[in-house]
């Protein structure tokens, strides 16, 4: 493996919003920076591509959302670790979460591909879900989680993160309730809730925002967040304000940290993983893999 070696994978419709003048501007910086660039446009096969070409290469760009951001990982998950390359990302999504927590430059693809040049290597956690699914910052059920891959993507170009609230907006009356049991590192949690989510990040949906004090990309734990079904209006009204504001000392609201999460449900549930259609399940397991890959920051 040439240690210059550098796969470029471009998202198509992300790289709608990049010009052909800033893409090209971007490959010219790698290859003046001595890398040896080779470029595949995804063309919704991000994980195949990333499976099986990334041991060929000592560093692997995509240039996309998160949600090509987290495809790419999953095709290198299937990858031996000693042969994953590392890994950089030009931010070119509508909320990028992983990009807000990262500090990395949104929707700028030069200043992105700078920090990808002179930044270091980051060991960064992945999940799992049920053994073979993994994600990279978020996997949830609940209240507004089908917002993200619901959302048309013409409409996610055109009004950005205004896409997301209304369509969130549309989904308040059906806001529903589920029955689970949580256990996790030291302890188990039975109740009713609206939400539920497992994360590493310190943005999910561009809505929940954790304190960047208490969320560690590299330290083998999840945040898990759970909201309690209101039993009010202001109960409801209380969440609401609350993740406005990012308060969530209120007693609807609760944040833990683990390594695993197992969920039981009464029903099948519909999950999501990373804002894409993650199936539905009466019983969920999760797990974090510290170090999966290294992110360079």
């Known amino acids: 493996m040439d240690g210059k070696s550098l796969m470029f994978l471009v998202n198509p419709a992300a790289g709608r919003s990049t010009s052909p003048a800033a893409l090209g501007a971007v490959i010219e910086a790698f290859c003046t920076a001595g890398y040896h660039p080779t470029v595949f446009f995804t063309n919704r ?3 195949l591509l990333a499976r099986e070409n990334g041991a060929d290469y000592g560093t692997l760009v995509c240039l996309g959302g998160d949600g090509t951001l987290s495809e790419t990982i999953s095709g290198l998950m299937d990858i031996p670790e000693e042969d994953r390359p590392m890994l950089g990302y030009i931010p070119m999504g509508t909320a990028n979460d992983v990009a807000n927590t990262l500090n990395l430059p949104l929707r700028k693809p030069m200043a992105a591909a700078q920090d990808v040049l002179n930044g270091k290597p980051l060991s960064y956690d992945v999940g799992v879900m049920n053994w073979n699914e993994y994600f990279t910052y978020v996997a949830a059920f609940g209240a507004f989680t089908e917002v993200s ?18 369509n969130g ?13 949580v256990e996790y590192d030291g302890g188990t949690i039975e109740d009713d809730f609206i939400f539920g989510a497992v994360s590493n990040s310190t943005s999910v949906a561009g809505t929940i925002k954790l304190d960047k004090k208490v969320v560690a990309l590299s330290d083998g734990k999840f945040e898990l967040v759970l909201v309690r079904t209101p039993k009010s209006v202001g109960e409801l009204n209380s969440i609401v304000n609350g993740l406005l504001s990012q308060n969530y000392s209120g007693g609807a609201m609760q944040i833990l940290q683990t390594s695993h999460a197992k969920f039981f449900f009464d029903e099948a549930v519909p999950w999501t993983r990373d804002g894409e259609n993650g199936g539905s399940h009466t019983y969920c397991e999760i ?5 999966a890959v290294k992110l360079i920051v």
């Not at 891959?149 to 205004?162: C, F, I, R, S, V």
Request: hydrophobic fraction near 35%; proline fraction near 5%.
């Open 149 to 166: 891959y619901a959302t048309d993507q013409e409409l996610k170009n055109a009004l950005g993160k205004a896409a997301y609230i209304l």
């Open 287 to 291: 797990h974090n893999i510290p170090h």
């Open 45 to 47: 096969q991000t994980t």
């Open 169 to 181: 907006l549309s989904m308040v009356p059906k806001l529903k309730s589920y029955h689970t049991r």
